[in-house]
C-alpha cells in the first residue's frame, strides 16, 4: 500500500504545473520524502543565517547554499532562500556535482604560520550527502589535513551507464532516489533513478556532450609513477647472474588485474641461458601494484610485454 501511495505522489508532482499543482501545493518549494510532501520554510522565517565566508554570504551551488544557526550548526537552504536541510552539521563543504562533504563532529583549528587570518575543521569523521541529504560515502582525514574520499566509483541513470553523462546534468527535483551499491562488474556505484522525462533529457544531453567533446574511454594502467620509474626500478633491483658475460634482452608477458596487482608471468622470448629466464619471472613477482584507473564500469585485466636487458657487470652500458 505504501508504494502505491508513494507511486501516485510522484504522479501528481511528475505532470502536475510548474509552480502549482491541483491541490494547491506550491511545488517549487516542497520536497517529496517517502510518501509525505513537507513544505518548506524561507529562511526569513527562522533565526538561521547565511553562512559567512571572506567575501560575504556564502554562494550558491548546486542550487544550494550554506545556513547556520544560533549554535554555529551548518545546513543548506536552496537557491531561493528555502531551508531543504536544517542546520545539524559541524562543518559542511558547498555542494559539488550533486554532493556535499559533511561532518557532525570536529574542531577548528588555525593554519599554521597565517597568524590567525586562515583556519580549517579537522574532523576523522567525514562523509558525503546527496542533495536530498542521504549518506552516500565515508571520507578520512588524513594527519596534514587533507581530506580523502571513499567515492563512488560511477554513476548509473535509470540502471544504465551513460556515456557523458553526469550528475551535475540532472535537475534535483526529477531524482526519486539514490541507492549505493555495487554493479555486476563489483564497482562501487550510486544508482540514481529519474523521472522518465528527465532520464531522457539526460540521454539527449549526454549524447551531445559526447559528440562535440574528445572522451578516453579506454583505461589508465600504468607502473607508479611512469615508465620511467619502472626503468629505474628495474636497474635497482635486477640481479645479474655471477660471472655472466653478454648482452641480451628477454622478454616477458605479464597481466595487471584491475586491482593493480601482477601475475601471469610467462616468457615470451627466452635466453639459452635459464638463470636470465628465471631472473626474469622474478622480476614480474616483484612487480609493484600498478596503478590503474577505468573510465568505463566493465572491468578487464590488462596485458603487457617487458623487454628486460642483462648486461655484463663490467658492461660499458653499466658505466655511469
Known amino acids: 500500500m505504501r508504494r502505491y501511495i508513494e507511486i501516485f505522489l510522484l504522479f501528481i508532482l511528475c505532470f502536475a504545473g510548474c509552480k502549482t499543482n491541483e491541490i494547491g501545493l506550491d511545488t517549487a518549494n516542497t520536497t517529496?520524502?517517502?510518501?509525505?510532501?513537507?513544505?518548506?520554510k524561507h529562511i526569513s522565517q527562522t533565526d538561521?543565517?547565511?553562512f559567512q565566508i571572506d567575501n560575504g554570504d556564502d554562494y550558491v551551488s548546486c542550487d544550494r547554499y550554506r545556513i547556520i544557526d544560533t549554535k554555529g550548526k551548518v545546513g543548506f537552504?536552496?537557491?531561493?532562500?528555502?531551508v531543504v536541510m536544517e542546520p545539524k552539521f559541524a562543518f559542511a563543504f558547498p555542494y559539488e556535482k550533486g554532493m556535499a562533504k559533511?561532518?557532525?563532529?570536529?574542531?577548528?583549528?588555525?593554519v599554521k604560520r597565517s597568524d590567525g587570518e586562515y583556519n580549517y575543521w579537522d574532523s576523522d569523521d567525514w562523509f558525503y550527502i546527496n542533495m536530498s541529504g542521504?549518506?552516500?560515502?565515508?571520507?578520512?582525514?588524513s594527519s596534514d589535513g587533507v581530506q580523502k574520499a571513499d567515492n563512488i566509483d560511477f554513476v548509473y541513470f535509470n540502471n544504465e551507464w551513460i556515456i557523458g553523462a553526469g550528475i551535475n546534468m540532472v535537475c534535483p527535483d526529477s531524482i526519486t532516489n539514490i541507492e549505493i551499491k555495487n554493479d555486476e562488474y563489483g564497482n562501487k556505484c550510486a544508482f540514481v533513478s529519474l523521472t522518465s522525462s528527465a532520464?531522457?533529457?539526460l540521454k539527449s544531453q549526454a549524447e551531445k556532450f559526447y559528440e562535440d567533446a574528445w572522451i578516453e574511454l579506454g583505461p589508465f594502467c600504468e607502473f607508479p609513477g611512469g615508465m620511467a620509474?619502472?626503468?629505474?626500478?628495474q636497474k635497482e633491483n635486477i640481479r645479474i647472474p655471477e660471472g655472466y658475460k653478454g648482452r641480451e634482452r628477454v622478454i616477458v608477458y605479464f597481466m595487471v588485474q584491475p586491482d593493480g596487482k601482477v601475475c601471469n608471468g610467462k616468457i615470451i622470448k627466452g635466453s639459452k641461458n635459464e638463470e636470465l629466464n628465471s631472473e626474469a619471472l622474478r622480476l614480474v613477482?616483484?612487480?609493484?601494484?600498478f596503478d590503474v584507473m577505468y573510465c568505463t564500469p566493465q572491468k578487464e585485466p590488462q596485458h603487457f610485454t617487458w623487454p628486460i636487458l642483462f648486461e655484463e657487470k663490467d658492461s660499458l652500458h653499466n658505466k655511469e
Open 32 to 40: 517529496l520524502i517517502g510518501p509525505e510532501t513537507i513544505m518548506l
Open 134 to 141: 542521504d549518506w552516500l560515502s565515508s571520507a578520512m582525514n
Open 229 to 233: 620509474n619502472m626503468m629505474k626500478w
Open 77 to 82: 537552504a536552496n537557491g531561493e532562500g528555502y
Open 102 to 110: 559533511v561532518t557532525e563532529k570536529g574542531v577548528l583549528k588555525e
Open 199 to 201: 532520464f531522457e533529457s
Open 48 to 50: 538561521f543565517k547565511p
Open 285 to 289: 613477482e616483484s612487480l609493484p601494484r
